[in-house]
């Protein structure tokens, strides 16, 4: 245990040491942080919007649908053919096309990564601000969600993550009852998350609509849609079914890369 928490505490040393170089060489043209700061006042948490996120394709504008990473009847155990094609093919496709049509008409934020843009959209101009929240962040969170999935997923994970989420949460079952509760309760559309927090901490938080934990300056290694579109087809309305399988198909491996990552 003891060794655990001294691995740990080296990669929050390193990740906030990199995180301060980082700030400081920040180019004049990221303002948007600036003006975020003082919008949300004096004694709001700073961060600098990460410009990539451990798992998520290194994209810039024009942004494109990212294929399955396996076939869409692999997962038809825990969700159904027809959804997992309606979700990818249609919703997934709707983020990123809305994406960039609202864009298109602005070359200087066209460079910056999908990280940067959902990381930072409460700082850009008016006319993009929303659309870059919607669909940036649908964009992201579908691009994340597939690839932590996987039909030979579920289980419990390994390595240095089976042993940051036993030190924060007590046991594997412990975090899942968590993370299930927090998926669950989100009142509406959204998501629930593992996150790596403050320091690196490891949290559950969960997100209304498309928002991403990113723009609250937390990375996000495990998320769950539980949008109605995500499981509607087969489970109805009941949501924890949906988010109970969902634990048979979890992409451990994947996850674990993400924290190894950050
Ligand atoms: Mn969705």
Redesign the pocket.
């Known amino acids: 245990m003891w060794l655990n928490q001294s691995i740990l505490n080296r990669r929050q040393v390193l990740r906030a040491s990199i995180a301060a170089v980082a700030a400081s060489a920040l180019p004049g043209s990221l303002k948007g942080d600036e003006a975020g700061r003082s919008r949300a006042g004096a004694g709001a948490i700073l961060f600098t919007p990460l410009q990539s996120v451990p798992g998520l394709p290194d994209q810039r504008y024009p942004f494109t649908l990212p294929d399955l990473p396996y076939a869409a009847d692999a997962l038809e155990a825990a969700i159904d053919t027809q959804t997992m094609q309606i979700?990818h093919d249609r919703?997934?496709q709707g983020y990123v096309s809305g994406l960039n049509r609202a864009l298109e008409p602005y070359p200087d934020l066209q460079t910056r990564t999908l990280a940067e843009l959902v990381g930072g959209w409460e700082a850009l101009p008016d006319a993009v601000r929303t659309a870059v929240r919607n669909t940036g962040g649908?964009h992201l969170?579908?691009s994340l969600?597939w690839p932590s999935l996987s039909p030979s997923g579920g289980g419990e994970p390994s390595g240095v993550l089976d042993d940051a989420l036993r030190i924060r949460f007590g046991t594997f079952g412990a975090f899942r009852e968590e993370f299930s509760r927090a998926s669950g309760s989100v009142f509406g559309s959204g998501w629930g998350w593992l996150v790596s927090g403050a320091g690196g901490r490891l949290e559950i938080v969960s997100t209304p609509n498309?928002d991403n934990p990113l723009s609250r300056g937390m990375t996000p290694l495990l998320g769950l849609?539980v949008?109605e579109?995500?499981y509607y087809l087969r489970y109805q309305n009941r949501r924890a079914d949906y988010v109970q399988a969902f634990w048979d198909i979890v992409n451990w491996d994947e996850v674990g890369r993400r924290f190894e990552a950050l």
Do not use: I, R
């Open positions: 979700h919703h997934h649908g969170n579908h969600f498309q849609d949008w579109h995500a």
